[in-house]
């Protein structure tokens, strides 16, 4: 972790929140508590910030930069997959031709259910 969290700086966010959870079957693991967290290229939500799936609630609770190369299988997990190497490759296969650089910065967006 780098930290602007640890500074309480984040930089302004480069899309929005509704954006941060698209694909169906991320959708879904999200809504079967499978995937806690998103890492992106860019910073969709601010820590508080309310996302909606299919009439359900998630509250951000940490966004924080991450290099690829820090990825740990935990983290794999907290996305939804087994290990680093199987989410590793979902997302190459979403995008194709770009490079897996462990020094690569992504933003990571930390969630959780909210109960009402």
Wanted: charged content about 30%.
């Amino acid at each position: 972790m780098t930290n602007n969290e640890a500074s309480n700086t984040l930089p302004p966010k480069t899309c929005s929140i509704e954006r941060l959870v698209t694909m169906p079957e991320d959708v879904k693991k999200v809504i079967e508590g499978k995937k806690t967290a998103t890492r992106r290229n860019g910073r969709y939500a601010d820590v508080g910030e309310i996302m909606e799936l299919e009439d359900k609630k998630f509250k951000v609770e940490r966004v924080y930069s991450q290099s690829l190369g820090e990825l740990t299988d935990e983290h794999a997990h907290q996305e939804g997959y087994t290990s680093v190497e199987e989410y590793k490759q979902s997302i190459l296969s979403y995008h194709p031709g770009m490079p897996w650089l462990p020094q690569m910065r992504v933003w990571v967006h930390e969630f959780s259910a909210v109960n009402e």
